[in-house]
């Protein structure tokens, strides 16, 4: 017994002290980024927040990034809880940063409740972070249409399956509806899931964070005034 420990207490509450200690110690020990990553120069920084993220995006991806599409999208869930989850990036145009998903799925009903979301980007490749905050747009059944045909047939019928976050309770229960929705897909290739909807993040502030192995973080903020944007830096 460790003296943080009393009898009767469960063991699994409080990890043995020397335990706690090489975790602590394991998880400092763990690699984060390349010695040498690139300073980001915020006396010659773009004027909207598009730009830099693209060309983060592209640098990061060249440098090998995997899935560096891959974005933590938070949302207010069930019981003003926070929620997140990773979604993929789709697109970026004036209508913002835009992902797909169930407009049924708990978080389509969150951004129906409430159309504010915070998304975050993590790139360790070259010690990077990006993070958005603003209003999201559910886009037209046009803009869903056309994402929807874009997949392969796999993804349109798991898509058609639904019932994303539903609590399955026989594995046979998915693979009958699968088939079912590729068979549907085979009778009418058209056809796309009213459900499926493509949303649109429009930051109101975007925030890139540079790290670096040598010296001080570096912080840009953009937010959004009227049409245009004010920059400025951060404190690490
Ligand atoms: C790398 C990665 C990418 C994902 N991309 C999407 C996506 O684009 N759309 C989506 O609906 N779910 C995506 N998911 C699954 C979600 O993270 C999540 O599990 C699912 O959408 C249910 O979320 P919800 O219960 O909050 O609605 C992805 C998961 C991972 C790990």
Redesign the pocket.
């Known amino acids: 017994m460790t003296p943080e420990s009393s009898p009767g207490s469960s063991p699994a509450a409080a990890p043995p002290a020397d335990q706690a200690n090489s975790l602590r110690q394991w998880l400092r020990s763990l690699p984060m980024f390349p010695a040498a990553l690139p300073p980001l120069d915020v006396a010659a920084l773009p004027t909207t927040p598009d730009e830099l993220f693209l060309r983060w995006l592209r640098e990061v991806a060249a440098a090998g990034q995997p899935?560096a599409r891959?974005m933590t999208l938070a949302t207010r869930g069930d019981d003003d809880m926070p929620?997140a989850?990773?979604?993929?990036l789709t697109a970026l145009d004036e209508h913002g940063w835009q992902?797909?998903?169930?407009a049924s799925?708990?978080?389509?009903r969150a951004l129906a409740a409430h159309p504010f979301a915070a998304a975050t980007y993590f790139w360790p490749v070259l010690g990077r972070q990006v993070r958005l905050t603003g209003p999201v747009l559910r886009l037209s059944a046009d803009a869903a249409a056309r994402d929807f045909r874009e997949r392969s047939e796999t993804a349109r019928a798991s898509i058609l399956v639904g019932h994303?976050?539903e609590v399955l309770a026989a594995p046979d229960a998915y693979q009958a509806a699968f088939d079912r929705a590729r068979n549907a897909l085979h009778d009418n290739p058209a056809l796309v899931d009213p459900e499926w909807a493509v949303y649109a993040l429009a930051p109101e502030r975007v925030e890139f964070w540079q790290g670096s192995t040598t010296g001080p973080q570096t912080r840009a903020l953009y937010q959004r005034v009227g049409a245009s944007w004010a920059i400025s830096t951060l404190y690490p």
Do not use: E, W
């Open positions: 899935a891959v929620a989850r990773n979604v993929l992902f797909a998903t169930h799925s708990p978080k389509g994303q976050s």
